[in-house]
């Protein structure tokens, strides 16, 4: 069975910086795209990043393009979250998926229409919180 649990939230002030970390099992990180997302109260999901395959392709969402970076280490089965320059409006919970890359790709991924970008198996999320 695939099991997502991330890890690494907290309370940081805002500038900071957290990282978070998923850790994976029950499929390989060769054929599966893996991402997070985050959910704030009252807002719908939202894609925040995603990494593809062995190949390590990455995407980013406008919202956090060049503060948060998205990493893997296949060998330890876990997929990471580096959050800089963090803002109040990052608050959120944040919530590692993955999906079978042919399945991503079928579905249109991050680029697609979907808020979940195709991804199927979801972990139970992490609470961020930002302070002013």
């Known amino acids: 069975d695939v099991q997502l649990v991330e890890s690494g939230g907290g309370v940081v002030q805002a500038g900071g910086s957290l990282r978070l970390s998923c850790a994976a099992s029950g499929f390989s990180f060769d054929d599966h795209a893996i991402g997070w997302f985050r959910q704030a109260p009252e807002k719908a999901r939202e894609g925040v990043a995603c990494i593809i395959g062995s190949d390590g392709l990455t995407y980013y969402s406008d919202s956090v393009k060049g503060r948060f970076t998205i990493s893997s280490d296949p060998a330890k089965n876990t997929v990471f979250l580096q959050m800089n320059s963090l803002k109040t409006e990052d608050t959120a919970v944040y919530y590692c998926?993955?999906?079978?890359?042919?399945?991503?790709?079928?579905?249109?991924?991050?680029?697609?229409?979907?808020?979940?970008?195709?991804?199927?198996?979801w972990g139970q999320g992490t609470q961020v919180t930002v302070s002013s």
């Open positions: 998926a993955a999906v079978e890359i042919t399945r991503y790709v079928e579905r249109g991924g991050a680029r697609g229409n979907s808020t979940s970008w195709g991804f199927d198996y």
